[in-house]
């Protein structure tokens, strides 16, 4: 059985979801928790696409070890040098290339003629291995390239020095049996392809990144590009956890083995979904709620007697704990931080000490505590959004007009107040809240849910504002829904007010 490299790239691709965005503090979180799942690679970022991205990637180089740490770039000398620069430090760095080679793109996008694509790749590729030795190259919408053209450009970069030639089906535009073949003519007819990796990137536009990524490694791919819990560009890429477990559950088929460690899947997929806002459906393969949740009677019965009459793989071998434990009043620090760790968090003292405060007073509101519940209490500690802005009281009066009443602390000292009336009592305190920070703010968006169930359920109130054409993301939670809004609300608006306190002083 010979390994499939698994190639994650949850922060690069991924982070390009809709409605995610990571700071750099998150991105070395999830980073350290893709090491503990024992990645191959790890593409950290897109260093020339912003200074934020170039620091994440430069970070994450430091830090990790262990896993190649992957860099991408266009197949220009820029690019090239901005991610060489980002992976200074890094153990095992590698430089990701990306130059589309299909008519669509030529025509459209590049107004490049073929002969020009396979000299800019060539030169991109020569370029990256001034730097490492590792370098990997991949013709974007690839799988909508002529066959023939695709066979030219990889025996051409291979030539180069491209250790790993990635074929994307950028679009998601493949179907198994026809990607599958693709890979089989490039096996075929590219003279010098032993000398590189076969790798597959798939994208989820018509629900086939996993079939296809799978259809790919059937037919000679040795290394998959992926996301946990599947995020990326539009539908998404094809999921990790969905990967590594149809190749673990079905290796008589396969026969390949990966490194994962398949018990850190659900502890990775819970904080990339925490700290993205990327809810997970309940009824997603691997991680969703319902995953290995049985409902009918009958099957209740036989997992019962014998779990895998129902069950084809074991809830423990993707690290599901067996019981939720619940906290309560009495759980003491002790037993508060084994579950953290459980939980797959590793608090610095601080943040530990926060948190733990944190639970107590929750514990003084809500009887059982949930790991869902102590979850949501991390993530808002981890919030790395100073609070310029602090909600220190707020009521509401519902009638004859809903008006709320709130007091701020800015900074240390000062304690402001005001009311506003609105169409409903969110709208009146989303009101206040402009008015008491000067800031107006547009509501584009606004979500709350329970975070378990039960009248004293922790609500999680988020909302997408924008301000002056940006839009900020807040999130916040508390057993009182009205004050989770509030601190949404001002979690975002006090993101708006560091951005404006950071220009000022530059
Ligand atoms: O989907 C795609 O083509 C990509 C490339 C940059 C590899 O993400
Ligand atoms: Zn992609």
């Known amino acids: 059985m010979s390994k499939i490299i698994i190639f994650d790239t949850t922060l690069r691709d991924g982070e390009q979801s809709p409605g995610a965005s990571l700071d750099h503090k998150e991105k070395l979180q999830i980073a350290r928790q893709l090491s503990n799942l024992n990645i191959d690679v790890m593409?950290?970022?897109?260093?020339?696409?912003?200074?934020?991205?170039?620091?994440?990637?430069?970070?994450i180089a430091k830090e990790i070890r262990d896993v190649s740490i992957c860099a991408l770039a266009r197949a220009v000398d820029k690019d090239i040098d901005c991610a060489a620069k980002a992976l200074k430090s890094a153990e095992s760095p590698r430089i990701h290339v990306f130059l589309a080679t299909s008519e669509i793109h030529r025509k459209h996008k590049l107004i490049?003629?073929?002969?020009?694509?396979?000299?800019?790749?060539?030169?991109?590729?020569?370029?990256a291995k001034k730097y490492v030795d590792n370098v990997e190259f991949s013709p974007e919408d690839a799988s909508r390239t002529e066959p023939d053209f695709l066979v030219e450009v990889l025996e051409a970069v291979i030539e180069a020095g491209a250790r790993t030639v990635n074929i994307p089906d950028t679009v998601g535009y493949a179907i198994p049996e026809q990607y599958a073949a693709l890979i089989k003519n490039l096996k075929d007819n590219v003279k010098n392809i032993n000398d590189a990796v076969i790798s597959v990137h798939c994208h989820n536009d018509l629900g086939l990144a996993v079939a296809n990524s799978l259809a790919a490694v059937k037919?000679?791919?040795?290394?998959?590009?992926?996301?946990?819990?599947?995020?990326?560009?539009?539908?998404?890429?094809?999921?990790?956890?969905?990967?590594?477990?149809?190749?673990?559950?079905?290796?008589?088929?396969?026969?390949?083995?990966?490194g994962i460690k398949t018990k850190e899947i659900v502890a990775t997929s819970k904080i990339v979904s925490g700290l993205t806002g990327l809810r997970i459906q309940r009824n997603k393969a691997i991680v969703g709620e319902n995953a290995f949740a049985?409902?009918?009677?009958?099957?209740?019965?036989?997992?019962?007697?014998?779990?895998?009459?129902?069950?084809i793989m074991k809830p423990e071998e993707i690290g599901l704990p067996k019981t939720n434990i619940v906290l309560g009043k009495l759980s003491g620090r002790h037993a508060f931080k084994r579950?953290?760790?459980?939980?797959?968090?590793?608090?610095?003292?601080?943040?530990?000490?926060?948190?733990?405060?944190?639970?107590?007073?929750?514990?003084?509101?809500?009887?059982?505590?949930?790991?869902?519940?102590?979850e949501a209490l991390i993530q808002n500690e981890k919030s790395e959004v100073p609070h310029i802005y602090e909600l220190e009281s707020i009521s509401i009066n519902c009638a004859p007009v809903p008006t709320a009443s709130i007091r701020l602390r800015i900074g240390k000292d000062k304690i402001v107040a005001d009311s506003a009336k609105g169409d409903g009592s969110i709208d009146a305190i989303f009101k206040t809240v402009d008015l008491l920070t000067g800031i107006k703010g547009t509501l584009l968006d606004y979500n709350v849910r329970s975070v378990t169930s039960g009248k004293d359920a922790l609500g999680?109130?988020?909302?997408?504002?924008?301000?002056?054409?940006?839009?900020?993301?807040?999130?916040?939670?508390?057993?009182?829904?009205?004050?989770?809004?509030?601190?949404?609300?001002?979690?975002?608006?006090n993101k708006v007010a560091i951005k404006h306190r950071k220009k000022k002083t530059n």
């Open 43 to 59: 593409e950290a970022g897109f260093p020339i696409t912003s200074e934020g991205d170039f620091k994440s990637v430069s970070s």
């Open 294 to 311: 049985h409902e009918s009677g009958v099957h209740q019965d036989g997992v019962l007697k014998e779990s895998t009459t129902y069950e």
């Open 460 to 493: 999680e109130a988020s909302v997408d504002v924008e301000v002056k054409g940006n839009t900020y993301k807040g999130r916040a939670v508390s057993t009182d829904t009205i004050e989770a809004s509030a601190n949404a609300y001002l979690n975002a608006i």
């Open 219 to 258: 037919a000679g791919a040795t290394q998959v590009e992926c996301t946990i819990n599947g995020i990326g560009e539009r539908a998404g890429n094809a999921s990790l956890e969905e990967i590594v477990m149809a190749l673990k559950t079905r290796k008589d088929f396969f026969r390949h083995t990966t």
């Open 339 to 374: 579950r953290v760790k459980a939980l797959g968090y590793e608090l610095p003292d601080e943040e530990f000490e926060q948190t733990f405060s944190q639970f107590k007073l929750l514990a003084d509101k809500k009887k059982d505590i949930y790991d869902q519940d102590i």
């Open 112 to 127: 490049k003629a073929k002969e020009e694509i396979i000299k800019t790749a060539v030169r991109g590729v020569k370029r």
